[in-house]
Structures are given as C-alpha cells and as structure tokens.
C-alpha cells in the first residue's frame, strides 16, 4: 500500500523536463510529505503532449466510505470502476521517496540509490487520482507485502501515450530499493 510519499524539490525539477510547471517551486528546505487528500503535481498526456497539472491524493467513489488511494496493479483491467480510467487516463506522480511502517509502527523510506525521482504510476479522474501497488520485491518484503509500481523516466512517455506498453508496465518488477528510518522521524501511533 503506498499511502503517503514525498516531493522534494529535485522531483519537481524532473516534472519540468516533460513541460512547464504551472505553479511555483516549493521552498527548497522543506521536504512535501504527501498524505491522502493532498494536491499534487502530476505528469499526464493529453492531445500528444506531457502536461502539468495539480491532482488530488485519492479518488471518493460514490457508495465507499473512505477515498481510495491504491488500486492492485495485476486486477486493474478486471475490475469495471477502475479499466476505463486505467485505459484513458493514466498519469505519473514524482517522488523522492515512499513510506511503509514497520510491525512497531515505525516510518521508513523508501527510495530509489540510481535516481533522485521516481515516478509512481496511476490513474485519474475528475481531478484525483489512485496509484497503482504491485507484489513487494525481495527490497520490500521485509516490510510489506505490496509496494507502488514505479516506473522509470524512460519509460514515462510510454505509460502516458502507448496503452499496449502500458499494460505491459503493470507486470514488471521495481528494481532495488534503499530504505531509512529514524526514530526522529516519528511513529504512527
């Protein structure tokens, strides 16, 4: 489950290689924890293009009573409230970084040792969106069971535009994983 992530500013840097950003940079000393119901900049296709546009964390679907934030990666194309938006409106999100906690409830991170962005894949609708969660790999496991599908920058332009290789993204393994934790950083409970 991928519930919250960072941004930090060099991850809003990565967004402005696929097109302006239509907002401000963050302060460069903070460090954007996002949380469910949060505005994000997210990477989409639209008419050919990349475009920038601030979503929300977590998509209200009529008749559930929380927003749901992660849909499996491996039933997306099966389940009938999630293909359509799966197959016309899928997005990239960046991050610095994604959270899981331990059995002891303490925060770790989660980031990429090759890349300073990752790019979380999703979809969207009516301006929010849901990220995608695959099987944990050997990095993930001792933590949790399932983990975001990440995708990497060269593979952004075909999650966005190319449908075939799209569904072709939802089956393939992230690659390794470093992790951090601190007890400065806080626990859950």
Request: neutral net charge.
């Amino acid at each position: 489950m991928c519930g919250q992530f960072s941004i930090l500013p060099d991850a809003l840097r990565a967004l402005e290689t696929y097109a302006p950003l239509p907002f401000p940079l963050v302060d460069e000393r903070k460090n954007e924890t996002i949380f469910p119901g949060s505005s994000v900049p997210c990477l989409i296709g639209q008419d050919g293009r990349f475009q920038i546009v601030a979503m929300r964390f977590g998509i209200d679907y009529p008749g559930f009573k929380r927003r749901m934030i992660n849909a499996r990666a491996e039933t997306v194309l099966d389940k009938p409230m999630f293909r359509d938006d799966f197959l016309h409106r899928r997005l990239c999100v960046p991050a610095s970084s994604f959270y899981e906690w331990t059995a002891s409830k303490e925060k770790v991170a989660f980031f990429d040792p090759d890349e300073q962005t990752m790019f979380l894949a999703g979809f969207f609708q009516n301006g929010q969106f849901i990220l995608l969660t695959h099987p944990a790999n050997a990095s993930m496991r001792p933590f949790h069971h399932r983990m975001p599908l990440l995708l990497r920058a060269d593979q952004v332009k075909d999650w966005l535009f190319d449908t075939q290789k799209a569904i072709a993204l939802l089956g393939q393994e992230n690659g390794t994983l470093r992790h951090w934790m601190s007890h400065q950083q806080g626990t859950l409970f």
